[in-house]
C-alpha cells in the first residue's frame, strides 16, 4: 500500500488549491481515505475523510463549507480541494487510508495505518 501526495505550494488567501493522492497496492474505494495537516509546532489534525463503510464524508469544523474530497477511480486518485483559503489553513498536508475504521466520525490520526509523505500548502496573507 502507497499514497503518493501532490499539489501543495504557495496560494494567497482566498485562494484555491486542489490537492491529489494517488493510491496504489489498493482501490481507494475499498479503504478509508483522510487527509491530516500538520503546522509547525502544532500536532497533526484531521481535515476530513470518506468512509469505505458508508460513503459520507466527515469534516473537520475548521474546514466546513471550504474543503471536499473527490475520487477518480480510474486513476485510483484522491483529491482535496482547498477554497478560500485561510492563513492558518498553512500546513504540510498528509493523505492516509485504512480498511477497517469503523468510526471514521472521530477523525483521528492513530485510527489510519497508511500515510504519504506530506505536500507543503502556505497561504499568503
Known amino acids: 500500500v502507497q499514497l503518493q501526495a501532490s499539489g501543495g505550494g504557495l496560494v494567497q488567501a482566498g485562494g484555491s488549491l486542489r490537492l491529489s493522492c494517488a493510491a496504489s497496492?489498493?482501490?481507494?474505494?475499498?479503504?478509508?481515505i483522510g487527509w491530516f495537516r500538520q503546522a509547525p509546532g502544532k500536532e497533526r489534525e484531521a481535515v476530513l475523510c470518506?468512509?469505505?463503510?458508508?460513503?459520507?464524508?466527515y469534516y473537520a469544523d475548521s474546514v466546513k463549507g471550504r474543503f471536499t474530497i473527490s475520487k477518480d477511480n480510474a486513476k485510483n486518485t484522491v483529491y482535496l480541494q482547498m477554497n478560500s483559503l485561510k492563513p492558518e489553513d498553512t500546513a504540510v498536508y498528509y493523505c492516509?487510508?485504512?480498511?477497517?475504521?469503523?468510526?471514521?466520525?472521530?477523525?483521528?490520526?492513530?485510527?489510519?495505518?497508511?500515510w504519504g509523505q506530506g505536500t507543503q500548502v502556505t497561504v499568503s496573507s
Open positions: 492516509a487510508a485504512d480498511p477497517w475504521i469503523v468510526n471514521p466520525s472521530r477523525l483521528v490520526p492513530e485510527q489510519y495505518e497508511h
Open positions: 497496492g489498493f482501490t481507494v474505494n475499498d479503504y478509508t
Open positions: 470518506v468512509s469505505s463503510f458508508d460513503g459520507r464524508t
